[in-house]
């Protein structure tokens, strides 16, 4: 797995060896750099802007068609998916619960900082009226993009 992100700090990099995983992760503050080192059996996890993920992605593509690239909520963001060319596995994952889905088919922009501003102001007002926000358990969402830049969730097992 290879974590990529504009100004990877010191902090990030302790935060993810101290997670002890089995899976070696390198880290890069520059696209340069680990496009230089990418291998096909690799993985790039960006958690940097979504302006910046588009043009690591357009980069990557220009030489490693097949590697998946992998985001947080950056994937579902209007300014990723009008900037990059969107080819080979490209993924994005959120927490969520399990109204994001339906929510997300009626709303325009449906990203999942749109959703997390939506679900505040309910609680919020479940809240001032004397009720009890949602329970409802989180779980993380994967989503694939398409081409056109559409998302596609994916069932986790």
């Known amino acids: ?3 990529a992100t504009h100004g990877f700090s010191e902090v990030y990099r302790r ?22 080192e990418l291998q096909a059996a690799d993985a790039v996890f960006y958690l940097g802007a979504p302006d910046a993920a588009a043009d690591l ?18 994937g579902a963001d209007p300014v990723f998916t009008d900037r990059a060319t969107i080819t080979g596995p490209v993924y994005w994952a959120i ?9 997300s088919e009626s709303q325009a922009p449906a990203t999942p900082s749109a959703y997390l501003t939506y679900r505040a102001a309910c ?23 398409s081409p056109d830049g ?8």
């Open 1 to 3: 797995l290879v974590v």
């Open 15 to 36: 935060d993810m060896e101290s997670l002890q995983l089995t899976i070696p992760i390198l880290s890069y503050s520059t696209s340069t750099a680990m496009l230089a």
């Open 57 to 74: 992605l357009n980069h990557l593509r220009a030489t490693e068609s097949d590697i998946p690239f992998w985001m947080g909520p950056q």
């Open 95 to 103: 927490w969520t619960d399990t109204a994001y889905n339906s929510w």
């Open 123 to 145: 609680s919020a007002l479940a809240h001032s009226a004397g009720h009890s926000a949602s329970s409802e358990p989180w779980r993380v969402q994967i989503s694939s993009l």
């Open 150 to 157: 559409t998302s596609h969730p994916l069932s986790v097992k």
